[in-house]
């Protein structure tokens, strides 16, 4: 077998590491695992029987054994395996040259690669792959032409009345495309903030922290900057990427809430509770009238975050999209239930739904559930 013949080549003269320059062979080989977390991964998408694969995949094993091994096994990521099975160098050799890796894994977690060093590695300083905040937002919005130069230059006006999907959507192109400072090129104001909440979010930095960097910023970067002042400033701009939420208050009590037939009420049908706080503590100075009145504040708020909107987001994106038909697409077929859609129950539902079940798009919420 050709794969295997490979994998032997591959385990005679896989490249042993020996001394080089004066540097022991064990301080070389942790030189050379350390910058694999940088390396190009493109040869993953090569042929499996070309030299780049080989070199690559014999790369990728000298990673794993050194970060993720567990008693000289580690998760095999061929494509049938799918990071489900320990098994030796050797097994996993085999499959990887006989059968390629999983679809998309280019960033090996289950082999010991940090998440930041991948990012950091691959897109982090390419300002083409980062910066495209254009097709971000044609994926989170999902119904405007992605090709900027198509749209006409009379329908390119912020200022006009479009509905408030569309104002959303307008502004953040219009901060998509606002240079961060006079003359900046690599970052506009909307990729820069984003990206500083990416590393927010890695980093676990404190609101506090962020505000003091972004004080920072705008001392050293130059005049006319466009940074926002506060964690709470630059958070508005990137709330409007997201998914909002509604609120609705609730009986202290858990008894109801104060939604549609009830939505006026001003203490709970059931147990009597105020629907307010304490009117002692929210009185507020009224400098108009130079009196104190009482403010009123719930005494407890449900978020309803609506399903409907969060499932449309889904299929606006073409990746997330074909993974919401995989199901029907994609499942392998072979008798074993791998997936709810394997389950007697899944069956039954499509045989009694012939309609709803015709198209792949279609979610069964409860059943997936």
Not at 65 to 87: D, H, M
Not at 125 to 148: H, I, P, Q, T
Not at 204 to 214: D, E, Q, V, Y
Not at 314 to 332: D, I, N, P, V, Y
Request: one cysteine or more; charged letters at 25%; proline letters at 4%.
């Amino acid at each position: 077998m050709a794969g295997t013949a490979a994998a032997a080549k591959l385990q005679d003269g896989g490249g042993g590491l020996s001394e080089a320059g004066g540097m022991p062979w064990f301080n070389l080989f942790v030189h050379h695992i350390a910058n694999i977390n940088l390396m190009d991964k493109s040869w993953m998408n090569k042929p499996r029987a070309s030299e780049k694969y080989l070199r690559g995949v014999s790369d990728f094993l000298d990673f794993a054994f050194f970060k993720a091994s567990q008693e000289g096994l580690i998760l095999c990521p061929c494509k049938n395996c799918s990071n489900r099975f320990w098994n030796s160098r050797e097994i996993v050799l085999e499959h990887l040259i006989c059968d390629g890796f999983v679809h998309d894994y280019t960033c090996w977690v289950y082999h010991g690669e940090d998440i930041t060093s991948s990012f950091l590695g691959s897109d982090y300083g390419n300002s083409s792959a980062c910066d495209n905040m254009r097709e971000m937002l044609n994926d989170a919005f999902g119904c405007f032409d992605e090709n900027k130069e198509e749209m006409p230059a009379e329908e390119h006006n912020y200022n006009e009345n479009p509905n408030e999907e569309a104002k959303i959507f307008y502004k953040l192109v219009k901060d998509s495309e606002q240079e961060l400072y006079p003359g900046c090129k690599k970052f506009s104001k909307l990729s820069f903030i984003v990206r500083l909440f990416h590393l927010k979010c890695l980093n676990g930095w404190t609101n506090n922290s962020f505000t003091m960097l972004l004080t920072l910023l705008k001392e050293a970067f130059p005049k006319g900057e466009t940074l926002p002042n506060s964690y709470y400033e630059a958070k508005k701009i990137i709330n409007d990427l997201g998914l909002g939420y509604k609120k609705i208050d609730a009986c202290p009590n858990d008894c109801q809430l104060y939604y549609k037939e009830t939505k006026d009420s001003i203490s709970c049908a059931i147990c009597g509770a105020s629907r307010w706080k304490s009117t002692e503590k929210n009185v507020e100075y009224d400098t108009s009238t130079s009196t104190k009145k009482a403010k009123n504040i719930s005494a407890k708020i449900l978020r309803y975050f609506p399903l409907k909107p969060r499932l449309q987001r889904m299929f606006m994106s073409s990746k997330t999209a074909s993974l919401m038909r995989w199901h029907q697409e994609g499942r392998t077929r072979d008798g074993v239930m791998r997936h709810p859609a394997d389950s007697p129950a899944w069956k039954t539902f499509d045989f009694e739904h012939p309609e709803f079940s015709s198209d792949p798009r279609n979610v069964r919420l409860r059943l997936a559930t």
